[in-house]
């Protein structure tokens, strides 16, 4: 296959659009033109991509018939802005803002429900899910034969960098403020970040659920194709610049096998499992990395129909950028 | 009652019995003579009590008869070693370091159990729990009498000073070198503590359960009285100086109604619940006090028997000295 694509990103400046110029890069992803888009606040600064600067340009003035495929990683605004745009202009499009319907925008996770690709019109218009959807489903679909799962109970405890590099820095800030005896200032956040845990992201409904907890269990029952799954979910703000934990306990209707859980993870793509005495972390393990980790595999105490898990991963890449680039990927298979 | 008691605390100069000896101040609890032991480390060092410098002694050396009641806060070892001697001096003992069996020194949280008080033989001992053992008790005890329980989904992020002095400073020490971009030194925990999540406290057994899940599923089922009560637990490491944070999801045979569980809550003793549209964080709201905050109560997303809290509680306060004061303060009434 030697046909070659012009590629957009929105929000090439960005956490996530950053990493995923990058990845275009590394995995040799069959560039022609790439065009990098943002706000007119970065309209003019450049993007390395293949030892080359490229321009920022605004994408309010992006003639959108230049590009076959458009990454939409720039915030839900943005998306609903553009989208429509992009798509008149005959583009298929990749979102990581979770701005579309799934009748619309279809949540897709490669190593999980890759099929329904085939299936859709063109120009084809898909999801990446949330960061917390893409590695629990990375993590469970290879269970799902091997277990009769009730429900799944999951604490995801996220990275900063999951709202953006406002966050990153305000973490940094407030954490050296402290440590010289500084008054804390918050701006970001709304309270101490540093040294605490925050528990919750983003705004409650009227139920009290955020906005990031119905994404993912609205996700990741879509993505593993269980639409009436129960899911326990709550999601916590860390103190951690990258990388996502998650604390995972599933209900099973029958006992399950612990060997066989820990065969079928170690033979699931994109996961890495972790020896049993050992347990991965954001920082020294995930960070950078494509896989999602895998410890602390074991039965509840007293419960062998339970299994408890603790996953992490790097919330930019798998749980943004890798995922968008795969999906991008199998696109191009035939699909564009 | 103008009887006074003279009084030991061992392991006074830790975290602990710091907070021990000042609470037995602050709540004026009748000391004729208070006795503070630890090491041959700290011996000659001092602590101060009501206006005055009291010496500490090593508790090798101490003769257990001077005291009616010891509270044993240095660890298991500590309390194995010398539990002993002082039950055959005659002192009652409140044990806080999770070293005598159940059938010896039951696990008491005043608002939950004491009524197994007055069946104990004199002279007394009894335990008091883990933190999290603690927490959890004080919320769920008075939601029972609403509640088809079926199961405790729980996610304890603990504080680095659950595990004393050292671990303190490690964090301190770890975050002011990352900020310097000094290379990272670790002695205490065995990897990166700080801007991370560790999730294995303590070593796990062969089945993959550390000792703190197990005792908080142990010290739970017994101060709420249910043997056989279904509890899921993961215990991790939060880079958080002092106060735990708990997330916790309730699994119910039938819907429960919100307005009763709120007002349950509001009635329970040791409990401060928060606002709807506000939550209580570890920094902002448990540290330094004596109450345990909840917040974000709510229904599971579609699922009516499922409900949902998180949990903030001063490890140091209510999770040992507090809960240990409060026990002695039963006691003194009429049973030592
Ligand atoms: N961070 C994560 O872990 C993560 C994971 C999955 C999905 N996501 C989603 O990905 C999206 C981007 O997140 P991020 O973390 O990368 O945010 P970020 O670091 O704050 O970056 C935001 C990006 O959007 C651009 N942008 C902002 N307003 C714009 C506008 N009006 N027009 C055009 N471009 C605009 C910014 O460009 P300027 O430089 O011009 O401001 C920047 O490139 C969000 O929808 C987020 O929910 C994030
Ligand atoms: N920290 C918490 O949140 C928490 C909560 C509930 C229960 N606990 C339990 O309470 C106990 C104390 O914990 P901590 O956090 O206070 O620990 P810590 O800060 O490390 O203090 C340890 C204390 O024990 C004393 N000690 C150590 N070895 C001793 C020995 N061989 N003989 C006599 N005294 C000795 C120390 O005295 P020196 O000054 O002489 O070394 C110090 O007073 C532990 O069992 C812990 O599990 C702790």
Chains 1, 2 share one sequence.
């Not at 407030?174 to 605490?196: I, K, W």
């Not at 509840?300 to 898990?309: A, K, Q, R, S, V």
Request: include cysteine.
């Amino acid at each position: 296959m030697n046909q070659s694509f012009d590629i957009a990103v929105v929000g090439a400046t960005g956490t996530v659009g950053e990493t995923l110029v990058q990845l275009l890069q590394e995995r040799e992803f069959p560039v022609a033109n790439l065009h990098v888009l943002a706000s007119s606040e970065s309209a003019g600064s450049s993007v390395p991509f293949r030892g080359k600067n490229v321009r920022v340009r605004e994408v309010d003035e992006f003639d959108f018939t230049k590009a076959k495929l458009v990454f939409f990683a720039a915030g839900p605004a943005v998306t609903l802005s553009y989208v429509a745009k992009a798509h008149a202009a005959g583009c298929s499009v990749i979102d990581l803002s979770g701005a579309l319907p799934s009748d619309q925008a279809p949540q897709v996770v490669p190593e999980c429900n890759a099929q329904i690709l085939a299936g859709l019109e063109k120009p084809i218009q898909i999801s990446s899910p949330s960061p917390s959807a893409t590695a629990l489903a990375v993590v469970l679909g290879p269970l799902l034969e091997l277990l009769e799962l009730q429900r799944v109970s999951v604490t995801a405890c996220l990275a900063v960098s999951a709202q953006g590099r406002e966050a990153v820095s305000e973490l940094a800030r407030q954490t050296t403020a402290l440590l010289n005896m500084h008054p804390l200032e918050t701006s970001f956040f709304d309270r101490q970040m540093a040294f605490n845990l925050l528990a919750q992201v983003g705004k409650p409904d009227a139920q009290g659920h955020v906005p990031l907890e119905k994404r993912l269990v609205k996700e990741l029952r879509e993505v593993l194709g269980l639409p009436s799954l129960k899911i326990s979910v709550t999601c916590i703000q860390a103190p951690v610049f990258f990388g996502d934990s998650y604390s995972v306990s599933l209900q099973l209707a029958a006992p399950v096998d612990l060997p066989a859980v820990t065969a079928a993870l170690e033979a699931g793509a994109g996961i890495e499992l972790v020896d049993a005495d050992d347990y991965p972390t954001a920082v020294g393990d995930a960070v950078g990395q494509d896989v999602v980790y895998v410890g602390r595999v074991r039965h509840g105490i007293d419960d062998t129909c339970e299994l408890n898990l603790w996953l992490t991963s790097d919330n930019v890449r798998k749980g943004a950028a890798l995922n968008a680039v795969q999906l991008a990927e199998l696109l191009i298979k035939d699909l564009l």
